[in-house]
């Protein structure tokens, strides 16, 4: 990106969503079924980790049920949970909850041993269609950085040995 970590589209986009207050109580993958599952969203702290953490949901293109299911209820809007500590703490929820009820209870979770789940994002929005949804402006800032990233060419002529790889 053209000033690289200080790129001036994602300081003012950072600003913007910061006063925003969209962020400030967002939905938290890694605590639900906690007592509070909403923390202060990361990518408040600074632009760089604004363009690290809304590139990650920016780049999550796979969960497209959970795109308009609101943005309060973890079971509705969250996608499969792959975290051992948050699938622990559904199981014993719902261990305990079926003791008590035998309604039937909707599953939060999707994870076999056998299959990976593509990533998303720890704090809400999770997904590409949930940012396109829940802060336009920031999703369409994020279209245009992304375009310019995958246009980017190296120029230069230097090889990156370490990206063999790819």
């Known amino acids: 990106l053209p000033g690289g970590l200080c790129n001036a589209l994602v300081i ?9 207050g969209k962020y400030s109580k967002a939905l938290r993958r890694d605590w639900a079924l906690k007592d509070v599952d909403t923390d202060m969203a990361y990518c408040i702290l600074n632009h760089k980790e604004f363009f690290a953490e809304i590139s990650v949901a920016f780049l999550a293109d796979c969960y497209h049920h959970v795109d308009g299911a609101g943005t309060t209820i ?27 009820s035998c309604a039937s209870k909707r599953r939060v979770m999707a994870r076999t041993d056998s299959m990976v789940l593509p990533h998303c994002s720890k704090f809400f929005p999770f997904t590409k ?12 800032c994020f279209v245009k950085i992304w ?20």
Not at 81 to 97: G, K, L
Not at 129 to 140: C, E, I, S, T
Not at 147 to 166: A, I, P, T
């Open 12 to 20: 003012e986009i950072h600003k913007i969503a910061k006063e925003s």
């Open 74 to 100: 973890m079971a509705k809007c969250s996608p499969p949970f792959v975290s051992p500590a948050v699938i622990e703490r559904i199981q014993q929820q719902t261990m305990q909850r079926s003791q008590q």
């Open 147 to 166: 375009q310019y990233v995958e246009g980017w060419e190296d120029l230069s002529g230097k090889r990156c040995y370490s990206c063999e790889w790819f």
């Open 129 to 140: 269609g949930q940012l396109r949804r829940y802060d336009p402006r920031v999703f369409k």
